[in-house]
């Protein structure tokens, strides 16, 4: 695998950084950069840089069987240094309006605490119970296989991660409440589309679908929220990010 140069793209912040292949020859590298530089007001270095998608374009429906009776998770109980980061991670969920407040849900799931490899925290929602009463979304994701037989012959190729990609899209305000989970602090909902629901994936890939429709194929490959953009001749690889 090539090596990669850690890049600064914003000299007022110089921690902000991308990754960019060693081997590149200099006068792309150049331009890259420079390209990049220009367009850093495009990238999201944290929730607060996030515009997120008018709700007019996509929103995240759960279309729950009515049928199916609504189920409260007995609340778990935690050790103190894990309510430690359970509340921690909420409050800046709620403070960067990702969740809010509820009373008298009907549905209600418990908080999953996960250690990653790092030694740091991962805090989720256990939505098992929620997701056995939602229908499966069969739109189709691609085939990973087949995107990376797409990258063949290609001279550059620049991948790109969307920043908190399934928090950008929102919740239908009829399914916020449906959400909601139990902390020590309190009961929440999100206003955002989380990850672990049924068919957020779904959703997103349905989303960029749309967004994309004109450049998948040619130009670019995307599989939910990792998008790859794609040049034949790398010179023309700017014209492409564009």
């Known amino acids: 695998m090539e090596e990669l140069d850690e890049v600064s793209i914003d000299p007022d912040q110089p921690d902000r950084k991308v990754f960019i292949g060693s081997r590149l ?27 997120g ?12 069987d009515p049928d199916h009776q609504p189920v409260k998770q007995k609340r778990r109980k935690f050790a103190p240094e894990r309510n430690k980061v359970i509340n921690e991670e909420i409050q800046k969920l709620f403070d960067i309006g990702s969740v809010r407040e509820v009373k008298y849900p009907d549905w209600l ?17 256990d939505f098992t119970d929620l997701n056995k009463a939602c229908p499966k979304d069969s739109f189709p994701l691609p085939h990973i296989d087949m995107l990376v037989d797409a990258t063949a012959g290609h001279e550059l190729l620049s991948f790109m991660d969307a920043y908190s ?26 206003k955002v ?7 957020a994936g779904a959703t997103y890939q349905r989303l960029v679908n749309k967004m994309f429709a004109r450049m998948l194929g040619s130009t670019l490959e995307v599989y939910i929220d ?15 990010l564009r």
């Not at 589309?193 to 068919?199: D, H, S």
């Open 25 to 51: 020859p200099d006068d792309i590298r150049k331009q890259l950069v420079e390209f990049l530089r220009e367009r850093r007001n495009s990238f999201a270095w944290s929730h607060e840089d996030m515009i």
């Open 53 to 64: 998608i008018d709700p007019e374009v996509m929103v995240h429906r759960l279309q729950v």
């Open 109 to 125: 799931a418990n908080v999953v605490v996960v250690k990653k490899k790092n030694g740091k925290w991962r805090v989720c929602i």
């Open 165 to 190: 990609g399934y928090n950008q899209i929102l919740m239908h305000p009829d399914d916020q409440e449906k959400t909601a989970f139990i902390t020590e602090r309190g009961i929440f909902c999100y």
């Open 193 to 199: 589309m989380p990850f672990g629901l049924k068919n």
């Open 226 to 240: 990792d998008m790859l953009v794609k040049s034949l001749v790398a010179q023309q690889h700017i014209d492409h």
